[in-house]
């Protein structure tokens, strides 16, 4: 059974840096996309979580706008471990952060969005203190 785990979370400063992580069990294939959401505090319910990053099985990734190099995702394909480095926290960056999947042979080409992947975390908590 699919399986994400997320953990790395945690009450930082603005200004520090958080590494999350994300490990992956029980996909049969190797052409797992894989992604990065948030939901900020108090979202409208019905709104889709922000997508920050994902990565294709290819290694392709695709920024949202927002990140402005100071997001950067990276795998540890051996252990089936998916990352996430934020540097510079803002007190706008505390949410809930997922990690997300879905299996294909080819990532969809466009940024990421909620409506794409099928397997999600129960997610990871940042806040960001000013």
């Known amino acids: 059974q699919e399986q994400l785990v997320e953990y790395g979370g945690g009450s930082v400063q603005a200004g520090e840096s958080l590494r999350l992580s994300c490990r992956a069990s029980?996909?049969?294939?190797?052409?797992?996309?894989m992604g990065w959401f948030r939901q900020a505090p108090g979202q409208a319910p019905g709104k889709e979580r922000e997508g920050i990053v994902s990565i294709g099985h290819n290694g392709v990734t695709r920024y949202a706008d927002f990140t402005k190099g100071r997001f950067d995702i990276s795998q540890d394909k051996i252990e089936n471990i998916l990352y996430l480095n934020i540097l510079n926290l803002k007190p706008e960056d505390t949410g809930m952060y997922y990690c997300?999947?879905?299996?294909?042979?080819?990532?969809?080409?466009?940024?990421?969005?909620?409506?794409?992947?099928?397997?999600w975390g129960r997610g990871t908590q940042v806040i960001v203190s000013s």
């Open positions: 997300a999947a879905y299996e294909a042979v080819v990532c969809v080409s466009w940024k990421p969005r909620e409506r794409d992947f099928e397997y």
């Open positions: 029980g996909f049969m294939t190797k052409n797992v996309c």
